[in-house]
């Protein structure tokens, strides 16, 4: 759409007009840590706020998201970057710790259902079908089991380890429980791995980010999703007007509310969800709709600390009037 | 020898040596210390988490189960099929490692010229410190594409191409090792063995081999810690998915790769998902310890020594 | 010697060896040769994108920008600090087993105790790492934590093959030294050491390389992905050329790999430079020892 010059300078306008609403020169650190799917925003973030706040020294871990939990609850990040909600335990040890964290969404990745180029038989799936798939205990082995006029060649199930973000929104969405999903598949920890796995296997099926998918489009044939409204591909329009349903996942950064109270951490938050839009497309991901990050940037003004995936602790959910 | 000036009476030069000499001994004891008490840490944390875990979870089911379904619904904590991995890959990659690596290390010292050897060595010594990283992708998009044309059935992601690339990873240790044990064999009996009429393979496999036995089984012992630890590159290669398949062409999952993924994944912290990683980390601990005993033993009954 | 006939079991013996010496010389040929694919595979990629820009920016989501100024100065601290701290001690340790401990149930207790820590994963040591130096001597996520939990790591490598570097000078040395008058110290820093020299500084070097490619444990002490900035001091925070390199590797964007390769590179010239010291060190020690081959 537009190029990446076009974004650069837009960028480069938006943080000149935010330097200038921020005045003053800051200084200080902010830790960032957690989820490498959410890596390449923050990453982005932060390299354009470096231009706006130079003497402000952000940095940004890979320690995956449950592993970026651990260091957020025990005080060592202002920021936690996950690709999946804050889960039950981590929630009771943030509030044995009196750590008040705020959530917020910051863009979508739509997960790409993936065969084989070679597959000719199928074009689209429905949740359902899905579901048949990748419930726990599934019968399922050949492309016949799904739909009676497919081969009978076994089906070769890829996807994520069983403890990533995506490997639970996943199976979540379609199977109902986090965590719930049949064993018996080929789980590779790296996406590019997965992509040539199913790159090499006529029969093979798998789901990952969309970002993965668009870098790799000509070894992959994506599937159409039916979440009941007819079949959809996931494409950058899809995935953001909620149409790509129900495999459109938000990513989040989850804020230290304490860590708020340091000029440099405000700063780089506001920064950070108004610039999400056009950094996120930038690098791979899908931005959400221009009202969500207003409500979000209300949230950090006013401080509203919880999550809308859990009762326990429970705040609203920004994207609620989306589906 | 030291420095000391003759002016001063022997008897106090004596007892200044000796003084000196208990605090550098003093000295190289601490030192010795500081990986008594890293055992005794690492003993420590493990054995503390695990005692948790072996509330919640039965051993005979962790030793002897056939399914490693901790972070499913319904959970299954038999650690078997991560045993298997390990097993495999490592015994795999002994198998590519210690014939190449030996071999490799015979003709470098017995064989090779000066020159050769000048070449070789420091080539062998940089591919050690290659990222492990690189060694997943290249067999990810070399060896498994290759061996794809020779057994079709070989799934994308296979035990097999993590055994060879792993092989390959410590390969290097093995003959650099090995080549310094072997050069280290004193020239006489070499010169000895060929006196009494012996061919050099005779004297390689017959006299000098068991005088280096002692470097070379180091090499091997070293060679095996890594591939037993080496994650990233079997992940890549080899996948994660815990199997107790007996063909070398499915994905398999090692114990270290497994505690790898729990360790810098999304498993939230505490919880009994955590805590396998300690039983696994234990298992492993008690495993490579008993292997250690094993090759001690072997050793000291089959190591010659002269002089 | 006219009319002297070989039998033909010698002939046998003769053929056996000249098959033997063969096959070594074609496996070692071979292994370089495979070896040496791995290389240009890499080299091959990465090359385009070596340039003084690469070598002096920052990292980037854009790969024309990006570069692995943070990675490579991280890594050149991490080594530096590793040498300094593993090196002194791993070698202490050898000497101390060796000459100054009896042989006896103690002296295999510690043998096998090290030899099991060679084989313990990377990722535990991080996690000891973690628990001890960041959170419980409270050095946070530092160039010190790294380096300390990276010397724990190697530490074993070094002690092992010191060891049996030493083990091969011969008896005959030390027995030459105490018939001089020497002490223990005195004959193993002056007579041992030397001779032992080139087998020590193969172990440094296996050892140093390995701590250079190590990514897990870094990761888990809390070593960074993203830095703008250059660590001025040990208690600074930090990133690594391994952990560019994964991160780079993980991405969709196949500029990305390519910017991999590159820094592949890079970290395969540092390590070839001290390796190459390391050797040239080990050459001149080589040909002044006592075993002139």
């Known amino acids: 759409m537009f190029s990446n010059r076009m974004i650069g300078l837009a960028g480069a306008l938006l943080s000149l007009l935010s330097s200038v609403a921020l005045g003053e020169v800051l200084r200080g650190t902010v830790s960032l840590d957690g989820s490498s799917t959410v890596f390449p925003i923050s990453e982005a973030v932060a390299e354009e706020f470096l231009a706006v706040q130079p003497r402000v020294r952000v ?16 005080g060592e990040t202002d920021i936690n970057d996950a690709s999946r909600p804050i889960k039950g335990k981590e929630i009771s040890i943030a509030s044995a710790q009196n750590i008040e964290f705020i959530e917020i969404p910051v863009a979508y990745d739509g997960l790409s259902v993936t065969v084989n180029p070679k597959n000719h038989w199928v074009d689209s799936l429905t949740v359902d079908e899905l579901k048949r798939i990748w419930q726990p205990g599934s019968t399922v082995t050949t492309w016949r089991d799904v739909r009676s006029h497919w081969p009978d060649e076994p089906i070769r199930l890829y996807g994520p380890g069983t403890d990533s973000g995506t490997f639970d929104y996943f199976s979540e969405t379609i199977n109902g429980k986090s965590g719930a999903s049949r064993p018996d598949y080929t789980a590779n920890e790296d996406d590019n791995a997965l992509v040539q796995g199913i790159a090499g296997d006529v029969n093979a099926l798998g789901y990952f980010g969309y970002a993965y998918y668009a870098s790799n489009k000509d070894k992959l044939k994506l599937v159409a999703i039916d979440g009941g409204n007819g079949p959809v591909k996931p494409t950058e329009k899809t995935i953001n007007n909620g149409e790509y349903a129900p495999l459109s996942r938000p990513i989040f950064i989850y804020i230290r509310k304490d860590s708020l109270d340091r000029p440099e951490v405000q700063a780089f938050t506001q920064f950070y969800i108004e610039n999400a839009a056009l950094l996120a497309s930038e690098v791979g991901y899908i931005p959400l709709p221009i009202a969500v990050y207003k409500r979000a940037l209300e949230r950090v003004q006013r401080r509203e600390s919880g999550t809308a995936y859990h009762q326990q602790n429970a705040a609203p959910d920004l994207l609620a009037t989306q589906h | 020898m030291s420095a000391v000036h003759l002016s001063i009476p022997a008897s106090i030069r004596r ?30 944390t493990l054995v503390d988490e695990c005692l948790g875990f072996f509330d919640n979870v039965s051993p005979v089911e962790f030793f002897l189960g056939t399914r490693w379904v901790p972070l499913l619904e319904p959970s299954s904590y038999g650690v078997l099929p991560l045993l298997w991995g390990t097993l495999t890959v490592t015994f795999g990659a002994a198998l590519i490692a210690i014939p190449i690596g030996l071999a490799s290390a015979i003709y470098l010292s017995e064989y090779a010229s000066m020159r050769v050897r000048s070449f070789v060595k420091p080539v062998l010594e940089v591919l050690a410190g290659i990222p492990t990283v690189v060694y997943g992708y290249f067999a990810l998009t070399f060896i498994t594409p290759l061996l794809r044309t020779m057994l079709p059935d070989l799934h994308v992601f296979n035990a097999l191409s993590g055994a060879i690339v792993v092989g390959i990873m410590v390969l290097p240790t093995i003959a650099t090792l090995s080549d310094n044990a072997l050069r280290a064999v004193p020239d006489n009996l070499r010169q000895a063995a060929y006196a009494l009429g012996a061919t050099s393979y005779e004297v390689t496999t017959h006299v000098v081999l068991p005088a280096g036995l002692s470097g070379v089984m180091a090499s091997f012992l070293l060679a095996i810690s890594r591939a037993i630890g080496e994650t990233m590159a079997v992940t890549l290669a080899a996948g994660a998915t815990p199997n107790l398949s007996f063909t070398f062409q499915e994905s398999i999952q090692t114990m270290t790769a497994y505690i790898v993924q729990v360790s810098l994944g999304d498993t939230p912290a505490g919880g009994i998902a955590y805590q396998t990683l300690f ?11 008993l292997l250690n005993i094993v090759s001690q033993f072997i050793l000291n009954r089959y190591r010659e020594t002269y002089e | 010697m006219a009319g002297f006939e070989p039998s033909a079991q010698l002939q046998r013996r003769h053929r056996k060896a000249m098959f033997f010496s063969m096959c070594c010389a074609t496996v070692t040929w071979l292994g370089t040769v495979l070896l040496a694919t791995l290389l240009i595979q890499v080299s091959i990629e990465g090359f385009k994108w070596l340039d003084l820009q690469f070598l002096t920016s920052f990292p980037s989501r854009f790969p024309y920008k990006a570069g692995i100024k943070s990675a490579l100065v991280g890594t050149l601290w991490l080594i530096s600090m590793v040498a300094f701290i593993s090196i002194p001690i791993g070698v202490a340790t050898a000497l101390y087993l060796e000459e100054f401990v009896q042989k006896g149930r103690l002296s295999r207790i510690i043998e096998v105790n090290i030899a099991n820590l060679a084989g313990v994963p990377s990722i535990v040591y991080g996690i000891i790492g973690l628990a001890i130096f960041v959170r419980g001597l409270g050095l946070e996520r530092s160039l010190v934590s790294g380096a300390l939990t990276m010397s724990l790591l190697i530490l074993p490598i070094i002690v092992i093959a010191s060891r049996e570097a030493i083990r091969t000078v011969p008896e005959s040395t030390r027995h030459a030294a105490f018939a001089l008058g020497g002490t223990r110290w005195q004959t193993a820093w002056s007579h041992v050491l030397p001779e032992a020299f080139p087998g020590i500084l193969t172990g440094i070097i296996l050892a140093l390389s390995r701590a250079i490619g190590e990514t897990a444990p870094l990761i888990m002490i809390g070593a960074l992905t993203y830095v703008a900035f250059l660590p001025e001091g040990p208690m600074d925070s930090f990133t690594a050329l391994p952990i560019q390199i994964f991160n780079w590797v993980s991405r969709p964007q196949q500029e990305f790999h390519e910017l991999a390769a590159g820094a592949i590179i890079v970290l395969l010239v540092v390590l070839l430079t001290m390796n190459g010291t390391a050797i040239l060190i080990r050459h001149r020690a080589e040909k002044l020892s006592r075993n002139p081959r």
């Open chain 1, 59 to 74: 940095t940004v871990g890979v320690s995956g998201t449950g592993g970026g939990f651990k260091k957020f609850l025990a």
């Open chain 2, 15 to 44: 007892r200044r040596i000796a003084w000196g000499e208990g605090i550098i001994k003093t000295l190289l004891a601490l030192c010795t210390l500081v990986s008594v008490v890293t055992t005794a840490v690492i003993i420590f």
């Open chain 2, 279 to 289: 039983a696994v980390a234990a298992y492993l601990f008690v495993i490579t310890l």
